[in-house]
């Protein structure tokens, strides 16, 4: 990902210089240094958000075309409107707030240009358009996958008017503006919790168990700021930036393009402020009024949830604007000698603004909450980290099975093997549990059948975090939740519950009639020592190989399961039964009818059923990614019940139906054998997002590999080896 951005970054410098008809490497060099060296840029790879950095390039690149309309008042080619539009979707695909933006942007540049050029006002609206045109295929495909989830379980018409999130109130964006003053905004520092805490260099001069205790301010801890004077010279050169940005606008040539970005800049600056905007009039027509709008507002609203994001859209419009910035700087000074000590020095200045870059590690890193003072690591985001050689055992174990794994411990807090490093998530990878995560079910605890039910066949057990576990929490999951302790060693520990899988068969199953997940769940309880410590699948749907069960009833019968939640005087007919009161089982026969009374949580079974045909047992499946399907190996004839959670009617099934969720939300299905589960539209949408990456790959090596490296060096290869070979001839 670094060697694509480079060379997108690389390419993209030279048309935005030859646009602006600015011949000059020293400044390429400068705007590429630029890039690299903006703080928001290390906050950028410091969260892996690697696709905001393609989106900021795609931006630039389609901004840069409409500025050369404006320079040169021609119209742009069918392939520059073609690239441009592509760039602009592509833009979208990467985050598509990237589309909303760019519609507030050009409405600037629009505004502008009938105030100060109408000649070019047409040729911008035409190019506008073609742009706009073309990038509606890829604006559609962004939308379908923000739609698909709910596409699949719903009518179209319902699906693209669903009401997403809609944080429509002043009082919801307040919460994300707290970084958003317009200091920390000018200087490229207001993210809402950042991943790297900008900080002095003077830190280093501090010994390691006093920087918890250095100066932190902003929300989150948004900067660091020891009480000297590198502090301040350091926070002054975060504005470097900013001032090369707003210097452009003294290249008198230039001066029409300058402007208009400017202006754009600090009408995105306004958004950026969120409620911190001095009015509310403006705050609320541009982050709040367009989540209201039907249909894309609801699906586009975190566009205006989290204002502080539209900075991203200032990297693409300052990475234009530098470019006229630098030159006007170098230009200034007609000595060479002169110009190069500038361009140092401006190097310098920007690369004491983004010092911790050079780190390697992007240090300090995150407030994680669970240190002294100001709580933030004291390591950087990227520092090597060093796990104990158990804990790497354990992530070994689970990366063979794609079972579920419930991981115990401080997840997202600091590990002590990482050196005060926070890390997302704890442990980093879950082998299985991304893609197999249990059903909300609430009765997940340390009954092995909870763990059987949700389909957690691993439960670690981390406890080597700074805020550890308590001793009696680990020895209670130890010796008494009846889970099988598969490994254990220096707080690292691994427990299984043998018989968990995502998928279940039974040759009879349960029918009972309550949405109660407490009483379905108490059921289970009751029944699972009868059925050899497995589950029963329960059905919604009444089968020919299902047994009623019955809540509260006044007679007891053969024919049903009986479950009583609370005192009951009952009639019991003539007949053999197994009771079963909160585990102590027992059985006995009546010769005729007999009231009793009975006690909460007891259950009443016919002795004639046959216990066996109730037991589940795990059975295998694979997962074609591509096709979206499930192939379970199944016996015919038999309830099939998963733990994985499928989107409620939206899936497709062969060899087999789907009875519907119970009460723990599962799906049950009946089989004929070789069950094949798919997600609706599953394959279509693979194909078409396969598609659309092959289609972007191919267009990143034809441009920027074919036509710019291997075409491009072989035909510079060719004219080297011609004149050669004709000045070996001219000696002769």
Same mark, same amino acid.
């Given at each position: 990902m670094f060697s694509v951005i480079y060379v997108i970054l690389w390419k993209l410098t030279d048309v935005i210089l030859n646009t602006l008809n600015i011949y000059n490497f020293a400044v390429k060099i400068l705007l590429i240094l630029f890039f690299y060296l903006i703080p928001l840029y290390m906050q950028l790879i410091a969260f892996n958000w690697f696709t905001i950095i393609l989106g900021v390039l795609s931006l630039s690149y389609v901004l840069i075309n409409l500025i050369n309309i404006q320079l040169k008042n021609v119209s742009l080619t069918k392939k520059t409107v073609a690239l441009s539009g592509i760039a602009l979707g592509f833009s979208a695909m990467m985050d598509p707030r990237f589309y909303i933006w760019f519609i507030y942007i050009i409405i600037i540049f629009l505004l502008y240009t009938i105030s100060t050029d109408g000649k070019s006002f047409r040729n911008i609206i035409k190019g506008l358009i073609g742009i706009f045109i073309t990038s509606l295929p890829f604006l559609i495909y962004v939308y379908y996958i923000f739609i698909y989830p709910s596409l699949i379980t719903v009518p179209i018409s319902k699906a693209v008017s669903f009401a997403a999130l809609r944080p429509d109130s002043l009082s919801y964006i307040s919460r994300f503006s707290q970084n958003s003053d317009f200091v920390n905004l000018l200087t490229f520092i207001s993210n809402w919790w950042p991943s790297v805490i900008p900080s002095s260099p003077s830190i280093l001069f501090y010994p390691r168990n006093e920087w918890f205790y250095l100066p932190a301010y902003g929300f989150n801890d948004q900067i660091l700021l020891p009480n000297d004077i590198i502090s301040y010279i350091w926070l002054s050169s975060l504005f470097i930036f900013i001032v090369i940005v707003f210097i452009s606008i003294l290249d008198i040539s230039r001066r029409k393009i300058s402007s208009e970005l400017l202006l754009a800049l600090m009408f995105m600056t306004g958004i950026e402020s969120g409620t911190n905007f001095p009015c509310n009039d403006f705050t609320y027509i541009f982050d709040v009024l367009p989540s209201k709008l039907p249909i894309i507002g609801g699906i586009m609203s975190t566009a205006f949830a989290i204002p502080f994001y539209a900075e991203w859209t200032n990297i693409s419009l300052s990475l234009i604007l530098a470019a006229i910035g630098f030159n006007y700087i170098i230009s200034f000074f007609r000595k060479v000698k002169i110009r190069y000590v500038i361009g140092v020095v401006l190097i310098l200045i920007m690369s004491l603004a983004s010092w911790q870059y050079f780190n390697g590690t992007l240090y300090p890193s995150q407030r994680t909450g669970s240190f002294p003072g100001n709580s933030i690591s004291?390591?950087?985001?990227?520092?090597? +980290?060093?796990? %104990?050689?158990?804990?790497?055992?354990?992530?070994? +174990?689970?990366?063979?099975?794609?079972?579920?794994?419930?991981?115990?411990?401080?997840?997202?807090?600091?590990?002590?093997?990482?050196?005060?490093?926070?890390?997302?998530?704890?442990?980093?990878?879950?082998?299985?549990?991304?893609?197999?995560?249990?059903?909300? &079910?609430?009765?997940?605890?340390?009954? %092995?059948?909870?763990?059987?039910?949700?389909?957690?066949?691993?439960?670690?057990?981390?406890?080597?975090?700074?805020?550890?576990?308590?001793?009696?929490?680990?020895?209670?999951?130890?010796?008494?939740?009846?889970?099988?302790?598969?490994?254990?060693?220096?707080?690292?520990?691994?427990?299984?519950? %043998?018989?968990?899988?995502?998928?279940?068969?039974?040759?009879?199953?349960?029918?009972?009639? !309550?949405?109660?997940?407490?009483?379905?769940?108490?059921?289970?309880?009751?029944?699972?020592?009868?059925?050899?410590?497995?589950?029963?699948?329960?059905?919604?749907?009444?089968?020919?190989?299902?047994?009623?069960?019955?809540?509260? %009833? !006044?007679?007891?019968?053969?024919?049903?399961?009986?479950?009583?939640?609370?005192?009951?005087?009952?009639?019991?007919?003539?007949?053999?039964?197994?009771?079963?009161? /909160?585990?102590?089982?027992? &059985?006995?026969?009546?010769?005729?009818?007999? /009231?009793?009374?009975?006690?909460?949580?007891?259950?009443?079974?016919?002795?004639?059923?046959?216990?066996?045909?109730?037991?589940?047992?795990?059975?295998?499946?694979?997962?074609?990614?591509?096709?979206?399907?499930?192939?379970? /190996?199944?016996?015919?004839?038999?309830?099939?019940?998963?733990?994985?959670?499928?989107?409620?009617?939206?899936?497709?099934?062969?060899?087999?139906?789907? +009875?519907?969720?119970?009460?723990?939300?599962?799906?049950?299905?009946? !089989?004929?054998?070789?069950?094949?589960?798919?997600?609706?539209?599953?394959?279509?949408?693979?194909?078409l997002m396969t598609a659309v990456d092959i289609f972007f790959y191919a267009l990143f090596i034809y441009f920027f590999i074919y036509k710019n490296i291997f075409k491009g060096l072989g035909t510079e290869l060719f004219r080297n080896v011609v004149t050669r070979i004709s000045r070996l001839k001219s000696y002769k």
């Open positions: 004291l390591e950087g985001y990227y520092y090597p +980290l060093n796990p %104990p050689p158990q804990w790497v055992h354990v992530m070994n +174990l689970l990366s063979t099975s794609n079972a579920g794994v419930a991981y115990v411990g401080e997840v997202g807090l600091s590990e002590e093997w990482t050196h005060y490093q926070f890390i997302s998530y704890s442990p980093p990878l879950m082998p299985g549990y991304a893609t197999i995560s249990p059903p909300p &079910t609430t009765n997940v605890n340390q009954a %092995p059948l909870a763990y059987d039910i949700a389909g957690i066949k691993y439960l670690f057990i981390d406890n080597t975090s700074y805020i550890p576990l308590s001793n009696y929490f680990i020895y209670s999951y130890l010796n008494h939740s009846g889970l099988k302790v598969v490994y254990a060693n220096a707080d690292v520990y691994l427990l299984e519950q %043998p018989n968990a899988s995502v998928f279940r068969e039974a040759k009879m199953g349960i029918y009972f009639n !309550s949405s109660n997940e407490t009483i379905l769940f108490k059921a289970e309880c009751l029944l699972y020592p009868l059925l050899n410590y497995t589950p029963a699948i329960i059905t919604p749907v009444k089968t020919g190989n299902t047994v009623t069960m019955l809540l509260n %009833p !006044s007679i007891v019968n053969e024919n049903n399961i009986e479950i009583f939640n609370e005192s009951k005087n009952a009639t019991i007919l003539q007949g053999s039964y197994i009771i079963d009161h /909160n585990g102590r089982i027992s &059985t006995f026969s009546l010769s005729g009818e007999e /009231n009793i009374s009975i006690k909460p949580w007891t259950i009443i079974i016919p002795k004639d059923i046959n216990l066996r045909e109730f037991e589940s047992i795990p059975i295998n499946f694979s997962f074609n990614q591509f096709m979206a399907e499930f192939s379970v /190996n199944n016996d015919p004839g038999y309830l099939v019940e998963t733990s994985l959670p499928l989107p409620y009617g939206g899936i497709i099934v062969n060899n087999g139906k789907a +009875l519907g969720v119970n009460s723990f939300r599962q799906y049950v299905f009946t !089989s004929d054998g070789k069950l094949t589960i798919s997600i609706k539209l599953g394959f279509i949408t693979d194909l």
